[in-house]
């Protein structure tokens, strides 16, 4: 079988065929239908995406014999056409590769050459240089002069995939140029091209195949037909997705839909096993890594309730796995992929940065949760000693409650280096009353005196890391209770967990006052808290329902 390539054998001959660019395609036939042809054309867009083609077909319109019965298109059937087409010498179309030292030569001699006219009466000279954006400053000063005064029947095609360089080097050119954008080619108008040029071959495809050479081919017609033919060779005939993941050097899906899995289900062990199949199969880790990216996208996709472009078989194992990762995760893990992706590319030590990529996006899960975890456990310890407490003080003063908050706070302390919300905020007033017997022993087992001027002393408000002890009017022991404020704080500590500040107030009724309500009733809203409280203590269905609803109770 003598194998034609098939991006030239494909190449469109009309503007008709000019696939994913019908503005440009509609723009130029009509200058030709209408003979409004401009002296010259800028073509822009990135590669492989017809910029040359368009050049070559607006060639053969121009000079084709039997363009006026065809509305602009040309024949691609005369003599004059398929030698065009072909690109075989032509007097009347010359193209000129800027990129190449031959190019710059025959631009600086364009000035001259452009003043052979047309080969005959009815013919147009048409230019076509490529990689224009190539062209030296003189070589642009030159075709300025004659884009003053165009020669008639003479056509300049400019294609370029910078238009900037041009804008930057040979700005008035630009205004005497009329421009066409030409658009990178979405991926399913490449697939439904591949599957025509399938079907006329007679090649069997599969349809995920023709997908991921549409994908890869990154909005180029050309390179997604040279794809095809590289697989078509590969495969004598037959396109698989296997096929074109083994031609183009990718990881297969089955590769992808394991590391999803592994990910998922956070299977650290299995990570080097994994790489180590990557690497035994011979796959780019580069383009692995690349296939990566576009994984966690399609991921981040489904997350976003949309659809992604990718194989089925893919497709629907991110759908199935996609509830075990928020948004958030992937996000994470796509921007420690963008911190991976430019150290490994050209590194000796890319498997191992592949490895710990992997690595990190197990674990990434656990250090979030455990964040997670270490700030949900602040707030329901807070929650959980303030009905504790009142748990223990309608079941009697027990003295068990001694051990609860040395159990909590330790995490609290170690964890939280102060940034979370520390239990002072759950001391209440009614469990310090309940555990000031243990309070008063505390401070006696260091100071005996210190514990004997505390008895003067009885807790009235507490609240923001502040406890407020109310003393008798005139009490002697005001003065040694403020000297070792710091000690009965240590003590209140050593017993709840919580750390205060101590203020002391004088009170007028000689701090006789003991039973909690009448300390609390000198605050209002104290004395309404600790109200609730007590209901909440009374009744547990209230209390259950509080604390699974999370409920602020209101009087
Ligand atoms: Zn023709």
Redesign the pocket.
């Known amino acids: 079988m003598i194998h034609t390539a098939l991006a030239r054998k494909y190449r469109p001959t009309r503007f008709a065929d000019l696939v994913g660019q019908p503005h440009v395609a509609a723009g130029l036939r009509g200058a030709v239908a209408h003979n409004r042809v401009a002296h010259a054309y800028l073509l822009t867009g990135p590669r492989g995406v017809g910029k040359t083609t368009a050049a070559r077909i607006l060639a053969?319109a121009l000079n084709?014999?039997?363009?006026a019965d065809r509305e602009g298109e040309?024949?691609?059937?005369?003599e004059?056409?398929s030698r065009i087409w072909s690109g075989l010498a032509n007097l009347d179309v010359v193209e000129i590769d800027a990129a190449s030292n031959r190019g710059v030569d025959d631009a600086r001699d364009l000035r001259e050459r452009a003043m052979y006219a047309a080969s005959a009466p009815d013919r147009f000279k048409v230019y076509i240089v490529d990689e224009a954006h190539m062209l030296t400053r003189e070589a642009w000063n030159a075709l300025l002069k004659i884009l003053e005064e165009p020669p008639p029947s003479v056509v300049f095609v400019f294609a370029t995939t910078e238009p900037q360089k041009i804008a930057n080097a040979a700005a008035p050119v630009l205004s005497r140029v009329q421009r066409f954008d030409f658009r990178r080619i979405s991926s399913p108008v490449i697939k439904e091209r591949l599957g025509e040029v399938v079907g006329s071959e007679g090649i069997d495809a599969e349809d995920d195949a023709l997908a991921l050479i549409a994908r890869s081919a990154d909005g180029g017609m050309r390179d997604a037909l040279s794809l095809l033919d590289q697989v078509v060779a590969f495969g004598q005939g037959v396109v698989t997705l296997d096929q074109v993941n083994e031609t183009l050097g990718l990881a297969g899906d089955d590769l992808y839909v394991e590391l999803i899995g592994i990910v998922a289900e956070r299977r650290t062990a299995d990570v080097f096993p994994f790489v180590a199949r990557v690497v035994d199969a011979g796959v780019d880790l580069g383009g692995f890594v690349h296939g990566t990216g576009l994984l966690l996208r399609g991921l981040l996709e489904v997350l976003m309730g949309g659809v992604p472009d990718m194989s089925s078989s893919l497709r629907s194992a991110l759908q199935e796995r996609s509830q075990k990762f928020s948004s958030g995760d992937v996000l994470r893990m796509i921007r420690l992929l963008s911190e991976a992706e430019g150290v490994i590319k050209n590194s000796p030590n890319a498997r191992l940065y592949v490895e710990t990529l992997i690595l990190q996006w197990t674990l990434l899960d656990k250090t979030v949760e455990l964040q997670d975890l270490i700030e949900r456990l602040g707030a329901v310890e807070g929650r959980r000693e303030r009905r504790t407490g009142e748990g223990e003080g309608s079941a009697g003063r027990g003295t068990a409650s001694v051990d609860r908050p040395h159990s909590v706070t330790p995490l609290n302390r170690s964890t939280s280096s102060g940034r979370l919300p520390i239990s002072e905020q759950s001391l209440t007033l009614q469990h310090l009353f309940e555990v000031w017997e243990k309070v008063l022993q505390e401070v006696g087992s260091s100071s005996r005196m210190l514990r004997e001027a505390l008895v003067h002393a009885k807790p009235q408000q507490v609240g923001e890391g502040e406890l407020v002890l109310g003393v008798g009017d005139g009490d002697v022991h005001l003065e040694g209770l403020q000297r070792g404020s710091t000690h009965i704080a240590e003590a209140i500590f050593r017993v709840t967990g919580s750390e205060v500040k101590i203020k002391f107030v004088i009170q007028d009724d000689g701090g006789t006052a003991s039973a909690p309500v009448e300390a609390a009733r000198l605050d209002e809203k104290t004395d309404k808290e600790e109200r609730l409280k007590a209901y909440r203590a009374k009744d547990k269905a209230l209390d259950a329902a509080a604390e699974a609803l999370d409920l602020e109770l209101m009087e």
């Open positions: 053969m084709c014999s039997r363009r040309p024949c691609g059937d005369c004059s056409c």
